[in-house]
């Protein structure tokens, strides 16, 4: 438990502490069956400014999976923000395709494409010699 914020159990009022920098809410737990009770929570959306429902089997997935930070989207702007990024998941350089350069490889004097322009100051290797490398494994 003692981690910057990480849920934590409350007395009875279920009520919001400061812990670290993040403001959390904490789940009322019961005395008698000494578990966590989650109470459904309104929370608003970042993008589209609606307020949703951070519900109480979200907050217990959420604590069980170790996030320490609510969402800031609701349901339909996190379907399309995850649409946007496409199907391999997050693109880095924004949703363009990463340019590629040909080289020659160092070791087998092969074909090589790598994401950055070689300088020639350093080993270029093809894909097969850059796997097969002691180091990378």
Do not use: I
């Not at 959390?24 to 589209?48: G, K, Q, W």
């Not at 519900?55 to 609701?74: I, L, T, V």
């Amino acid at each position: 438990m003692g981690q910057k914020g990480r849920w934590k159990g409350a007395g009875a009022g279920g009520s919001q502490k400061r812990t670290g920098s993040a403001r959390v809410s904490h789940p009322f737990f019961n005395e008698e069956s000494r578990v966590f009770v989650y109470a459904d929570e309104m929370l608003d959306c970042v993008d589209c400014g609606r307020q949703f429902v951070f519900s109480s089997g979200e907050q217990r997935f959420y604590e069980q999976k170790g996030f320490q930070n609510k969402p800031n989207r609701c349901q339909d702007c996190r379907q399309a923000r995850k649409a946007m990024r496409g199907p391999g998941g997050g693109e880095r350089s924004g949703g363009r395709q990463r340019e590629m350069f040909v080289a020659t490889c160092s070791n087998c004097g092969g074909s090589a494409e790598v994401p950055f322009e070689p300088r020639g100051d350093k080993p270029v290797y093809c894909r097969d010699c850059f796997t097969s490398r002691p180091s990378y494994r």
